[in-house]
């Protein structure tokens, strides 16, 4: 089997605050329905949907990688719909800060080192 491209079903407690969270962070939204949004940055993409079950929300985690660390940080601090937002760490493997979304969901926001 050959895998061209693998899209998650994010949940979403608040639908319309969710659409509004993810635009805020840079994604582009393209509705499919009225219960579903594809939403893209670069090659990136994600189904947003019109579902909620707290406990696939809060145990929900993704690691989104970005080219510049600080300047996503700064972007996701000022959206107004996230739970919360971690200070940039350093690891072994580069840096990451962690946002918590609007439904609960747990994004690691990576920033790999070179050739990792």
């Known amino acids: 089997m050959q895998v061209e491209d693998i899209k998650i079903f994010m949940p979403s407690k ?3 605050v969710s659409q509004l969270f993810y635009q805020e962070i840079g ?3 393209d509705p499919v329905n009225d219960h579903l949004t594809l939403f893209s940055n670069g090659e990136c993409q994600f189904f947003l949907q019109r579902f909620y079950d707290r406990s696939l929300a809060e145990n929900l985690m993704l690691q989104i990688c970005v080219t510049d660390i ?5 972007l996701c601090e000022r959206t107004e719909h996230k739970q919360k937002i971690s200070a940039i760490t350093d ?3 580069g840096q990451v800060f962690y946002l918590w979304g609007p439904s609960g969901e747990l994004l690691h926001m ?3 080192k070179s050739g990792q």
């Open 14 to 16: 608040d639908y319309a």
């Open 91 to 93: 690891e072994p493997w």
């Open 110 to 112: 990576t920033q790999l």
């Open 70 to 74: 600080q300047a996503a940080h700064l």
């Open 27 to 29: 994604f582009v939204a």
